[in-house]
């Protein structure tokens, strides 16, 4: 038996995970990291941005997980 995984799932976890990373190292030196932090503060609110940066995170890794698993968005097989 194979376990067949969509890659596309995977590469969301990985970036689903590189992203929870930052949030809990926090470097502030990372450009990318403030810009994402920035748009989150504006949008939730003066000190949020790492409680709603890690949850986008664990949003998009349980999203990945369900897309590598093929969970949802199965292919149909075609008929000759």
């Known amino acids: ?3 067949n995984f969509n890659y596309i799932g995977l590469v969301i976890l990985i970036i689903g995970g590189l992203f929870l990373l930052m949030a809990i190292a926090q470097p502030k030196n990372f450009i990318v990291y ?3 932090i920035a ?3 504006v949008c939730w609110g ?3 941005g790492p409680k709603v940066m890690a949850a986008y ?3 998009m890794i349980v999203f990945g997980l369900l897309l590598m698993f093929r969970v949802f968005g199965k292919q149909e097989e075609k008929e000759d």
Do not use: A
Request: aromatic share 0%; with cysteine; net charge negative.
């Open 1 to 3: 038996m194979t376990i």
């Open 34 to 36: 403030q810009c994402l």
């Open 39 to 41: 748009r989150s503060e």
């Open 46 to 48: 003066e000190g949020n």
């Open 57 to 59: 995170s664990l949003m």
